[in-house]
């Protein structure tokens, strides 16, 4: 395994990583020395964010892997992770990020959206970590981040569905936390607020100043990963420091 204070040498899977927060962690993580494995739904996505991963000032030669997986299906998921080990000979960090963001008030939503978005957000997480955690056993521990939202303990109208995914996605990250830690794998979630990535079809990538950046998100994941042994943060929130009034 890798020096734990340091992202340089570490192999990570990154769901949702061709675009926004994902593709954000990505770039922290491949400028930072690691080898990374991005999935995404879209091919001409990921080889596009492939092509901007391997511009990166640092970037490791191969260090950049792209796998197209829809994570709502479990022989997917399983297969984005076995690809990732058998590429870079092993696993330290799961991210689950991939998520879908549809919103409509209950009476109005059908029931295909309201499944795609408890299946990416939940399920897919659920799939990738029980892939990830006989890799991560078999390195001597690591590290799953699950990125959730604060909409998991701030329910809004128009969001039940949404609202519902991360809600459960923040007990199964506490849960899975605790049946973990004794392997060394350390579990976290992040709840961020108002992100500046279009997400949802809520207003454009980078429009809003106020709003919290891609990147911050991506800082806080790098911290983490390169945290002392000895503590977890186990759940963190992040805000807008100035939201609008």
Not at 24 to 49: N, P
Not at 145 to 173: M, Q, R, T, V, W
Request: hydrophobic share 45%; aromatic share 6%.
């Amino acid at each position: 395994m890798a020096d734990a204070l340091t992202l340089a040498g570490r192999i990570a899977v990154i769901t949702g990583g061709s675009r926004g927060i994902g593709n954000a962690i990505a770039r922290a993580f491949v400028g930072g020395g690691a080898r990374v494995l991005i999935t995404g739904r879209s091919s001409s996505d990921l080889d596009a964010a492939a092509k901007g991963l391997r511009s990166v000032p640092g970037a490791a030669s191969e260090a950049v892997q792209v796998f197209r997986a829809d994570v709502r299906r479990s022989a997917e998921a399983t297969s984005a992770i076995d690809a990732a080990v058998s590429r870079f000979g092993g696993l330290d960090v799961l991210v689950n990020n991939a998520g879908v963001g549809l919103f409509a008030p209950v009476a109005d939503m059908s029931v295909d959206d309201w499944q795609q978005i408890l299946e990416t957000n939940l399920n897919g997480a659920f799939y990738c970590s029980h892939a990830a955690i006989p890799h991560l056993k078999e390195r001597g521990g690591g590290w799953i981040i699950n990125i959730s939202s604060l909409a998991g303990k701030n329910p809004f109208a128009g969001g039940a569905a949404y609202c519902a995914s991360k809600a459960g996605l923040n007990a199964f990250s506490e849960a899975l936390m605790q049946e973990v830690r004794y392997d060394n794998i350390r579990v976290s979630y992040i709840m961020p607020g108002s992100v500046s990535t279009g997400f949802g079809g809520r207003g454009a990538d980078g429009e809003a100043d106020w709003k919290i950046a891609a990147e911050d998100v991506a800082e806080l994941v790098t911290e983490l990963v390169t945290f002392p042994s000895r503590s977890l943060p186990s759940r963190i929130e992040l805000r807008p420091s100035r939201p609008k009034k």
